[in-house]
T-cell receptor
Framework: EAEVAQSPRYKITEKSQAVAFWCDPISGHATLYWYRQILGQGPELLVQFQDESVVDDSQLPKDRFSAERLKGVDSTLKIQPAELGDSAMYLC????????????FGEGSWLTVV | AQTVTQSQPEMSVQEAETVTLSCTYDTSESDYYLFWYKQPPSRQMILVIRQEAYKQQNATENRFSVNFQKAAKSFSLKISDSQLGDAAMYFCAYRTYNTDKLIFGTGTRLQVFP
């Protein structure tokens, strides 16, 4: 069964350093999401792509976070500079399109900022 | 703005017994989807069950069923014949037809005892 791939699974970085996460959605899925899940809370949407275009980035802290999906396939989420409050799990998800199809999640990338 | 509330941070159940997880939501929309997702420790979030708001019939997937009360904005999950593998965090989520954005509750940690 196809899965959403994410890397790295775990990342420890120092405050003020840069960090990047990569996501490869299920083949053929046009919609890609990045969620942030703080320990003890539910995931919160950071950014949503439809193919290579950003559909929703209203909750993305744009002063330090950036996301791209240049060829409409895989995606990178970058944080620069990282802050202590960025420690969380970053979940990537994908769906076939925007018509209500099931959203599939990756295993997530755990970030600890020290 | 839509919100999802899960008032039970933790629940426990004995193997083979039945447990019900509660979820309420707030929205002014008439058309939407509701979901229950399961997140095992260190594993990806997977869809347990979904409900379209226009359907009066409650969704069922094997041992999992929902009690959808649209007027009361309530969406509870019933797990019958609980198994050890059901132990996980369970998230209730809401999704509009228009935005495809999943809004999650804070989750309920389910423990299953032998």
């Amino acid at each position: 069964e196809a899965e959403v791939a994410q890397s790295p699974r775990y990342k420890i970085t120092e405050k003020s350093q840069a960090v990047a996460f990569w996501c490869d959605p299920i083949s053929g899925h046009a919609t890609l999401y990045w969620y942030r899940q703080i320990l003890g809370q539910g995931p919160e949407l950071l950014v949503q792509f439809q193919d290579e275009s950003v559909v929703d980035d209203s909750q993305l802290p744009k002063d330090r976070f950036s996301a791209e999906r240049l060829k409409g396939v895989d995606s990178t989420l970058k944080i620069q500079p990282a802050e202590l409050g960025d420690s969380a799990m970053y979940l990537c998800a994908s769906s076939r399109d925007r018509s209500g199809n099931t959203i599939y999640f990756g295993e997530g990338s755990w970030l600890t900022v020290v | 703005a839509q919100t999802v509330t899960q008032s039970q941070p933790e629940m426990s159940v004995q193997e083979a017994e039945t447990v019900t997880l509660s979820c309420t939501y707030d929205t002014s929309e008439s058309d939407y989807y509701l979901f229950w997702y399961k997140q095992p420790p260190s594993r990806q979030m997977i869809l347990v069950i979904r409900q379209e708001a226009y359907k009066q019939q409650n969704a069922t997937e094997n041992r999992f069923s929902v009690n959808f009360q649209k007027a009361a904005k309530s969406f509870s999950l019933k797990i019958s014949d609980s198994q050890l593998g059901d132990a996980a965090m369970y998230f209730c989520a809401y999704r509009t037809y228009n935005t495809d954005k999943l809004i999650f509750g804070t989750g309920t940690r389910l423990q299953v005892f032998p």
